[in-house]
């Protein structure tokens, strides 16, 4: 049974999310005064709904992961947020994944942007990717602290 949203956090030093030759979204924590920011791969599956986004998003923007037990709250760390629908890979039969428990891009994409909207009606510094674009993602993780949130 697949559970709700989930999004793969990372602790970074840095991050940013390239389509084509662009640069779409970028984080530097340290020209924020701020050690890390957080690295947010978020996928949605079919039963989601935008409260489903909107209590997940308050769930990393309060997680303690950053210096001295703090969260992107506590510490106004910066945010970058990407679409993933591989989250929701089903590997369990053959070699190839099914993806059949993503969410399709007219349902995921508004519960996408209704995560980072709740990041940003909390306060939170954020950037995103491009939905549904081949990207490019460069990042230093720190730690490395990688940890998947489930709703």
Same mark, same amino acid.
């Given at each position: 049974?697949?559970?709700?949203?989930?999004? $793969? !956090?990372?602790?970074?030093?840095?991050?940013?999310?390239?389509?084509?030759? +662009? !640069?779409?979204?970028?984080?530097? @924590?340290?020209?924020?005064? !701020?050690? /890390?920011?957080? $690295?947010?791969?978020?996928?949605? &599956? /079919?039963?989601? =709904?935008?409260? =489903?986004?909107?209590?997940?998003?308050?769930?990393?923007?309060?997680?303690?992961?950053?210096?001295? +037990?703090?969260?992107?709250?506590?510490?106004?760390?910066?945010?970058?947020?990407?679409?993933?629908?591989?989250?929701?890979?089903?590997?369990?039969?053959?070699?190839? @994944?099914?993806?059949?428990?993503?969410?399709?891009? @007219?349902?995921?994409? @508004?519960?996408?942007?209704?995560?980072?909207? &709740?990041?940003?009606? $909390?306060?939170?510094?954020?950037? &995103?990717?491009?939905?549904?674009? /081949?990207? /490019?993602?460069? $990042?230093?993780?720190?730690?490395?602290?990688?940890?998947?949130? +489930?709703?």
């Amino acid at each position: 049974m697949i559970s709700g949203m989930r999004v $793969l !956090v990372q602790r970074v030093s840095s991050a940013q999310v390239i389509v084509g030759e +662009e !640069v779409v979204g970028r984080i530097d @924590p340290a020209a924020a005064g !701020v050690p /890390h920011g957080l $690295l947010a791969l978020v996928g949605a &599956t /079919h039963d989601d =709904t935008a409260d =489903t986004a909107k209590a997940l998003a308050d769930k990393l923007f309060r997680l303690r992961i950053l210096d001295g +037990e703090r969260s992107a709250a506590d510490l106004n760390a910066p945010i970058l947020v990407v679409s993933q629908f591989t989250l929701y890979a089903d590997t369990a039969k053959g070699r190839r @994944p099914s993806w059949s428990a993503a969410a399709p891009g @007219p349902v995921a994409e @508004p519960l996408v942007d209704a995560f980072t909207e &709740t990041l940003r009606g $909390l306060g939170a510094t954020v950037a &995103t990717g491009r939905f549904g674009a /081949h990207m /490019h993602i460069e $990042l230093v993780n720190d730690g490395p602290v990688t940890i998947l949130l +489930e709703a």
